[in-house]
Nanobody, 121 residues
Framework: VQLAESGGRLVQAGGSLRLSCAASGLIFSAYNTGWFRQAPGKEREFVAALRWSGRSTDYVDSVKGRFTISRDNANNTIYLQMNSLKPEDSAIYYC???????????????WGEGTLVTVSS
């Protein structure tokens, strides 16, 4: 199984980015999937999740109304649309898949390698 993130880059505060995560060896629609992030010196934290059915989403409070998680079943890819970015959103963003809901660190079965998002003020 491989999860490959892309889309991270340097962006100015207030800008937008869309992260992508493509899977091989795993069908995203059979798993609960999500995004986590880890800033320098901090622990990895939950950001957003999408239930396997596609009917439920979950977000950390700090990104509600700004980030949107979605999935393209045909391309077996999940996305994180990030709008109104803030410097505190700077981190390495990881996609993940797991069997349980809610999707949290302890229930992740598969991780990607991460993609770096840097938001300048």
């Amino acid at each position: 199984v491989q999860l490959a993130e892309s889309g991270g880059r340097l962006v100015q505060a207030g800008g937008s980015l869309r992260l992508s995560c493509a899977a091989s060896g795993l069908i995203f629609s059979a798993y609960n999937t999500g995004w986590f992030r880890q800033a320098p010196g901090k622990e990895r934290e939950f950001v957003a999740a999408l239930r396997w059915s596609g009917r439920s989403t979950d977000y950390v409070d700090s990104v509600k109304g700004r980030f949107t998680i979605s999935r393209d079943n045909a391309n077996n890819t999940i996305y994180l649309q990030m709008n109104s970015l803030k410097p505190e959103d700077s981190a390495i963003y990881y996609c993940a898949a797991g069997g349980n809901w809610p999707l949290r660190l302890s229930v992740i079965n598969y991780w990607g390698e991460g993609t770096l998002v840097t938001v300048s003020s």
